[in-house]
């Protein structure tokens, strides 16, 4: 039953059946959304946590392995693993921080800034190829509920 009908069916938009109706529905879409995305790039072509990585780098500047791993919500070990990947691929440098020698400090590298861009450009322009088929109501919609959910990518 699609969530949009539950009220027809007994669910009220209230009701905890509903909210894990709509929590389904959401999961599927997002997953479906990213799924399509992904397979759109090359074989052995970066990762989305390693580009999620290179988007914080972008964004926040440089950081720790440790600080990283946190605000991915990954373990250690799996950040360390997307860095050397990263690294060995000329994406991030990893330099030890001036201010304690033991702790190193992971920048982005021009190479890395530039797959971003294109990376970006790239998905951006499938998106949009799609987007340029609905209606501007349902473009209004969709960019009504961004705000949302930017808040419930937070609160995960």
Known sequence: MDVRNAAAHGSHPGSSEHTARLASA????VARITRRLRQAHAVG???????SVLARLAADGPDS?????????????????????????????????????RRAVVTITDDGRDMLAARRTESV?????VLDEF???????LAAALPLLDRLAERL
């Open 65 to 101: 392995p440790g600080a990283l791993a946190e605000l991915e919500r990954v373990r250690p070990q799996a950040m360390a693993t997307t860095l050397a990947g990263l690294e060995q691929r000329g994406l991030v440098r990893r330099t030890p921080d001036a201010a304690d020698g």
């Open 135 to 141: 209606s501007p109501q349902e473009r209004r919609t």
């Open 26 to 29: 959401l999961r599927l879409a």
């Open 125 to 129: 322009q499938r998106l949009a190829d």
């Open 45 to 51: 072509d970066v990762s989305l946590s390693a580009m």
